[in-house]
């Protein structure tokens, strides 16, 4: 069994692609979850500025309502 120490600049030249082939595949591994984790807090981002808009939104529906009431009130 060979451990990745034993691997150095001194191999010779057909033991690199074999230790580059490993690298990319580990280096794969570690960017795939990467980018699902950023997309599922995008989207959870996402999420939370459509609620706050939506709810923006009612306060602005209820001040407008608030408002006009109040005016005709006074009318």
Same mark, same amino acid.
Not at 28 to 48: A, T
């Given at each position: 069994? &060979? $451990?990745? $120490? /034993? =691997?150095?600049?001194?191999?010779?030249? $057909? /033991?690199r692609p074999?230790?580059? !082939?490993?690298?990319?595949?580990?280096?794969?591994?570690? !960017?795939?979850?990467?980018? @699902?984790?950023? #997309?599922?807090?995008? $989207?959870? @981002?996402?999420?939370? !500025?459509?609620?706050?808009?939506?709810?923006?939104a009612v306060?602005? =529906? &209820?001040?407008? @309502?608030? @408002?006009?009431?109040? =005016? #005709? /009130? #006074?009318?």
């Amino acid at each position: 069994m &060979f $451990s990745s $120490s /034993q =691997f150095t600049a001194t191999d010779n030249a $057909s /033991q690199r692609p074999i230790i580059l !082939v490993i690298k990319l595949a580990r280096e794969k591994k570690r !960017v795939i979850p990467d980018y @699902q984790n950023e #997309n599922e807090n995008l $989207s959870l @981002q996402l999420i939370g !500025v459509k609620t706050k808009l939506i709810t923006l939104a009612v306060f602005e =529906f &209820f001040l407008t @309502q608030l @408002q006009v009431t109040k =005016f #005709n /009130q #006074n009318m």
